[in-house]
């Protein structure tokens, strides 16, 4: 196991420990309690990351979407990720990855997490971010002839698509804050959508709108994307002004069972973004959620909402315990 931290440590950096596990093979790295202001980039598969505590192993950074790089190119939303895996079974473990930048409005995007490969498990930690804060990749198909498709550094590569899971997690944002290609396990995670954006930023017309939890752009070919299991929907904003989810792509894909729905998610539930056509290719469902103790009342959502049953919401719970 290589250690990180000020004192006894082998190394003071994240990023240094990193190229230590690639060359020397130890896959187990423990980070002490710390501050760590460090851009992480994780392309070594098979290995686990453990952090001292939660709330006290601090990986923090502040890039954002309007930032400028050296060109005079904005960054874009890809480029911004504190923590960026790009590898196979790689384990996270009791860390607070956060991005610093701040609201959308001002900031554009900027990721915390940025997770990319098959079997990535994320456990007890917490992501913290405005706009964007976890992207379960992979990204949407590339358009053809395009170059640069997101500006991000993936863009123009094949599209792979894995397994992730985030246990026992707490995950903050307000605009699409779950958003990606993946196919993801939520279980026992806390979901927070904060209160960012004000009334006037988020109106339309008469409907209030401070956010949206998920941003699916699952692909054609998936028949899951994000499923969640026994989480909590909670906020600070007011009743009824935030999204359970909207399609990034018009195949996406969001499952929640057995969860409890705040106030602050909209009776109606979803928002289509405007994509009408999708209504018949996206897969939006519901199974034995609650509000305020009481059965999520499914008659008042959306009429492109599926009400699953116990059997069809077990298979996807299977596919991830099996």
Not at 40 to 48: K, M, R
């Amino acid at each position: 196991m290589i250690s990180v931290g000020k004192t006894k440590c082998d190394t003071e950096s994240i990023n240094e420990t990193i190229e230590l596990a690639r060359y020397n093979n130890d896959r187990e790295i423990f980070i002490t309690n710390g501050i760590y202001k460090e851009k992480i980039l994780l392309d070594i598969s098979n290995i686990t990351i453990t952090g001292e505590d939660r709330e006290k192993t601090i990986i923090t950074y502040g890039d954002y979407a309007k930032k400028k790089d050296c060109d005079g190119i904005e960054y874009g939303t890809f480029r911004t990720a504190t923590f960026r895996i790009d590898a196979d079974n790689v384990t996270l473990n009791n860390l607070t990855i956060k991005n610093s930048a701040g609201n959308g409005r001002d900031y554009g995007q900027a990721i915390a997490l940025y997770s990319e490969g098959d079997e990535i498990r994320v456990n007890s930690c917490k992501l913290i971010g405005c706009q964007d804060t976890l992207f379960a990749a992979p990204l949407p198909p590339k358009k053809p002839g395009i170059g640069k498709n997101g500006k991000g550094p993936k863009a123009d590569c094949e599209r792979k698509n894995g397994n992730q899971y985030y246990i026992d997690c707490y995950i903050e944002g307000d605009i699409d804050f779950i958003f990606g290609g993946a196919r993801a396990y939520f279980k026992n995670c806390n979901i927070f959508s904060r209160k960012n954006i004000t009334e006037e930023d988020g109106r339309n017309g008469d409907n209030i709108i401070k956010g949206f939890v998920a941003a699916p752009c699952t692909p054609q070919s998936e028949k899951i994307g994000f499923v969640f299991n026994n989480c909590i929907f909670e906020s600070d904003n007011d009743p009824e002004t935030v999204y359970l989810g909207r399609p990034w792509r018009e195949y996406a894909k969001v499952v929640i069972i057995n969860s409890k729905i705040g106030n602050h998610i909209k009776r109606c539930g979803w928002h289509d973004w405007n994509k009408p056509e999708a209504h018949t290719t996206m897969v939006f469902a519901e199974y034995n959620n609650t509000n305020d103790e009481k059965p999520v009342d499914m008659s008042l959502r959306e009429n492109y909402v599926h009400n699953l049953s116990e059997s069809e919401a077990q298979e996807y719970i299977d596919y991830f315990e099996r």
